[in-house]
């Protein structure tokens, strides 16, 4: 009996006998069409912000940006170092960092490792909800609930700081590391939970000795992706923070971070296509490398992970 051999094309995967339809051939135009946008609108990004950037050093030495020590590009007498807004960004990152990373790591544990598959229905969307509310209301939250509430507990505290807003941006990013460091969890074999067991280990050992040491590798891509984030986050440090670049790690002063000096030159007091307007371009790119490495350092730690766990598969 003889058997028809279909022979597949290896560069999609189809036999090219069979003829496609219209309405496939316009589904795979569609889907190309979203991706090759995506992919222009990246590169149309990049190339506005290079233009800007570049028209900004044809005026001012790139060198200054990293050699001053005081941001006042909109004074009479300009000062481009930009080591305040950088400083005041990482300060709210990390105060940030301090509080998401535990309380994230912790509810992880408890949704991957303890909770009741009914408690955890019930309560990890509602832990996703904290990512669901508007940046606008966390800043307001920071600025009219909790710096009230530091200042009768931080002795010094002003009305507008970095410790405040990067509290209440911990809180906004718990659900992040929580949401991504649980997957980490789970995607680690159960065999090596049973091995730990029989080998008499209780499960805070199994959990603190075998499972985070396994999902180390997705720890830390979350907590670089939450970082990125923290970096990025426009509104709570654009209300609650103040618009005082300085150079300080003291969190109870007013500072100003990259992004909230974006909105400053963003609201239209500043004429267009002068240096004080490109400098908006300048900081603009500065956050967009800084984003973009955070955001290939967790991919490249992500599939070294991926990569050293299928050879120990095949091992």
């Known amino acids: 009996m003889g058997s028809a051999e279909v022979v597949m094309d290896d560069r999609t995967g189809r036999s090219p006998a069979r003829a496609r339809g219209p309405l496939e051939a316009f589904a795979e135009t569609l889907v190309f069409a979203c991706a090759a ?8 990004i990049i190339a506005l912000l290079a233009r800007e950037t570049l ?5 001012v030495a790139p060198w200054r940006l990293f050699t001053e020590f005081e941001w006042t590009p909109l004074f009479a007498i300009p000062r481009f170092g930009i080591w305040p807004l950088l400083g005041g960004t990482l300060l709210i990152s990390f105060i940030a960092l301090a509080v998401a990373v535990p309380m994230g790591i912790g509810a992880a544990i408890w949704l991957s490792e303890i909770a009741s598959p009914r408690a955890r229905r019930f309560l990890k969307p509602a832990l996703e909800v904290l990512a669901g509310v508007p940046t606008l209301v966390y800043g307001a939250l920071a600025l009219v609930v909790v710096t009230p509430i530091l200042q009768k507990i931080v002795p010094g505290l002003a009305g507008f700081n970095a410790l405040a ?6 809180l906004m990013l718990v659900a992040t ?3 991504l460091v649980e997957d980490a969890l789970r995607a680690v074999p159960h065999s090596l939970r049973e091995a730990a067991c029989g080998l008499g280990a209780d499960r805070v050992t199994t959990v603190m000795s075998v499972v ?4 180390r590798a997705g720890i830390v891509a979350a907590t670089t992706l939450a970082l990125g984030r923290a970096i990025g986050e426009t509104m709570i440090v654009a209300i609650a923070a103040g618009q005082q670049p300085r150079l300080t790690l003291d969190p109870r002063v007013p500072i100003e971070t990259m992004t909230a000096f974006i909105v400053q030159v963003a609201q239209g007091d ?5 240096l004080a ?3 908006l371009f300048v900081v603009g790119s500065l956050l967009f490398a800084l984003t973009l490495s955070l955001n290939l ?16 598969q095949a091992t």
């Open 270 to 274: 500043v004429p267009v296509d002068t």
């Open 297 to 312: 350092i967790a991919r490249i730690v992500v599939r070294g992970s991926a990569s050293k766990a299928g050879m120990r």
């Open 165 to 170: 807003p990067g509290l209440v941006m911990g």
């Open 212 to 215: 985070l040491p396994s999902a």
């Open 37 to 44: 946008l995506s992919i222009l609108t990246t590169f149309g």
């Open 55 to 59: 028209a900004f050093f044809r005026e």
């Open 177 to 179: 590391v929580a949401t």
């Open 277 to 279: 307007y490109r400098t």
